[in-house]
């Protein structure tokens, strides 16, 4: 895992038709152009109660499904790369799970390490071997964060894919086409 500079990956990100949307609060989420293409998934647990976007397919799973159907999707997709992207700083996103990850040695390992990037919203470049730690994160998220900003993305750069990891215990995937959200359809039937 490395940090690589916001400036250089927003670029990339935007060939792919995803673009930075700011709120307020120095809250910057992604999202994908609105296309007729565009396929949106929105994950939730029964007591859930974070909005969906418009035209969101709605599927409801048990709150362990979540960081799960993350998973498979990256594993059906064989992404070689994604990237992780704070809404925030860094920092909210370390504070929420501390003690979630606390005896998780690969991220012990990369926390001590990541230190100077706490403040800023550069993007985090994982690999396949990464991709464990990250569910970990994920997970971790998804139990422990309460405040919007420390909610989480991930996007790659090799197809139009979205995730948006909301910490009142829902996900949200943005599909840029058709052929793509039927690819992965399997991760969210179960």
């Known amino acids: 895992m490395e940090f690589v500079p916001e400036s250089e ?7 792919q038709g995803v ?5 307020e ?7 994908m152009a609105d296309s007729s293409d565009v396929v ?22 048990e709150p362990d499904g979540l960081a799960a ?12 790369q994604v990237l992780l992207i704070p809404v925030s700083k860094w920092r909210h996103v370390f504070d929420a799970v501390a003690f979630s990850l606390a005896e998780n ?5 990369f926390e001590t390490t990541a230190t100077v990037e706490l403040n800023t919203r550069d993007p985090l ?20 964060a309460d405040r919007a900003e420390q909610g989480l993305m991930l996007a790659t750069t090799a197809a139009p894919l979205l995730v948006e990891i909301v910490p009142e215990g829902a996900i949200r995937v943005s599909f840029g086409n058709q052929v793509l959200a039927d690819e992965v359809a399997d991760a969210f039937a179960r």
């Open 125 to 144: 470049l994982c690999e396949p071997g990464d991709y464990q730690t990250i569910i970990a994160l994920m997970r971790a998220l998804l139990t422990d």
């Open 40 to 61: 949106r998934v929105h994950l939730t647990t029964a007591q859930t109660e974070a909005e969906p976007e418009a035209e969101a397919r709605v599927i409801t799973v």
């Open 19 to 23: 673009t930075p949307a700011p709120q």
């Open 105 to 109: 040695e690969d991220w012990q390992e």
């Open 25 to 31: 609060d120095d809250r910057v989420y992604l999202q």
């Open 9 to 15: 990956v927003m670029n990339l990100l935007a060939e």
């Open 69 to 80: 159907a993350v998973a498979e999707l990256i594993q059906q997709l064989r992404l070689n």
